[in-house]
T-cell receptor, first 118, second 116 residues
Framework: EAEVAQSPRYKITEKSQAVAFWCDPISGHATLYWYRQILGQGPELLVQFQDESVVDDSQLPKDRFSAERLKGVDSTLKIQPAELGDSAMYLC????????????????FGEGSRLTVL | AQKVTQAQTEISVVEKEDVTLDCVYETRDTTYYLFWYKQPPSGELVFLIRRNSFDEQNEISGRYSWNFQKSTSSFNFTITASQVVDSAVYFCALSETGAGSYQLTFGKGTKLSVIP
């Protein structure tokens, strides 16, 4: 069964360091999302891509966060510099939206990358 | 703006008891989707069900059932004869279809503990 792949699963870093997360969506999925989930909370959207274009990054803290999906396939989320409050699970999801196929509105999530900033 | 409220932060039940997880949503759209996801300790969000706003039929899948009531903006989830493997955090989510974005707005989740 096709899955959304994310790496690394776990990352421990010191504040002010740079950190990057990678996501490979399910093949053929046009839309890719990055969500942040703080412990004890529900996931919150950071950025949404449609192919290689950003659809919505209104909740992305652009002073320190950046995201790209250069070829419209895999994506990288970067944080520089990391702050203590960035400790969270970073979830990537993908969906078929935009490929002209029947859309169920369902997002398929990866296992997430858990970030701890010391 | 859309909003999802899961008033129950944590629930504990004894195995084989039935349990209902509440979800109340707010949206201005007439067309939307509602979801339930399960998040086990491993962290992955597991899709359980999707409902569109035009389909108020209740659904049953094994020990799981969902009650969608537009009149009260609720989409409650019931687990019958709970099992230890049901222990997880459960999230209700709403997706508005405006502009075709299908972004999910999640509630804060309900942590279910099933005690043997």
């Amino acid at each position: 069964e096709a899955e959304v792949a994310q790496s690394p699963r776990y990352k421990i870093t010191e504040k002010s360091q740079a950190v990057a997360f990678w996501c490979d969506p399910i093949s053929g999925h046009a839309t890719l999302y990055w969500y942040r989930q703080i412990l004890g909370q529900g996931p919150e959207l950071l950025v949404q891509f449609q192919d290689e274009s950003v659809v919505d990054d209104s909740q992305l803290p652009k002073d320190r966060f950046s995201a790209e999906r250069l070829k419209g396939v895999d994506s990288t989320l970067k944080i520089q510099p990391a702050e203590l409050g960035d400790s969270a699970m970073y979830l990537c999801a993908s969906s078929l939206v935009g490929r002209g196929k029947p859309n169920t509105g369902e997002l398929f999530f990866g296992e997430g990358s858990r970030l701890t900033v010391l | 703006a859309q909003k999802v409220t899961q008033a129950q932060t944590e629930i504990s039940v004894v195995e084989k008891e039935d349990v209902t997880l509440d979800c109340v949503y707010e949206t201005r759209d007439t067309t939307y989707y509602l979801f339930w996801y399960k998040q086990p300790p491993s962290g992955e969000l597991v899709f359980l069900i999707r409902r569109n706003s035009f389909d108020e039929q209740n659904e049953i899948s094994g020990r799981y059932s969902w009650n969608f009531q537009k009149s009260t903006s609720s989409f409650n989830f019931t687990i019958t004869a709970s099992q230890v493997v049901d222990s997880a955090v459960y999230f209700c989510a709403l997706s508005e279809t405006g502009a075709g974005s299908y972004q999910l707005t999640f509630g804060k989740g309900t942590k279910l503990s099933v005690i043997p």
